[in-house]
């Protein structure tokens, strides 16, 4: 059988018609990464299940735009691949906002300020 241009028109329009519910089904899951391993703000819990402070904004952000989540556990560095090779749509783990993170990460603005710092003995050698 030898295709003509027509013919495979026919058949691309036919695997578009095709994987039309598949992309549509896909659209209605959020794909978040996590490292669950900052409590409250992510972790999992005895039965496995993601919990915490993210784990309900995230949850609360897919459900207000029709959506569900479905949460992976991944590396701490390995949410930053993740999300620029798009196999996640979003990272949760309470992220810093860094410079060099904004040259390849989009981020929301900020809903925590840890305003971060290092406590020290007293008497301690460490003065800055």
């Known amino acids: 059988m030898s295709f003509t241009r027509r013919n495979l028109l026919l058949l ?3 695997i578009g018609i095709a994987a039309g519910p598949a ?4 659209a209605d899951v959020l794909n978040v990464g996590a490292y669950p391993t900052n409590p409250p703000f992510e972790y999992k819990n005895e039965s ?4 915490g402070f993210e784990v309900d904004i995230v949850n609360e952000a897919a459900k207000r735009i029709g959506m569900t989540t479905d949460i992976a556990d991944l590396g701490f560095q390995a ?3 993740a999300t620029t090779s798009k196999r996640i749509d979003v ?11 904004l040259k390849s990460q989009s981020f929301t603005q900020p809903y925590y300020d ?3 710092g290092i406590a020290t003995k007293t008497d301690s050698p460490i003065k800055a």
């Open 79 to 81: 949410l930053f691949a």
């Open 12 to 14: 691309a329009a036919a």
């Open 114 to 116: 840890s305003d971060m």
């Open 91 to 101: 990272a949760i783990s309470s992220i810093t906002i860094t410079a060099e993170r």
């Open 23 to 26: 992309t549509a089904y896909a």
């Open 48 to 51: 496995g299940t993601f919990e």
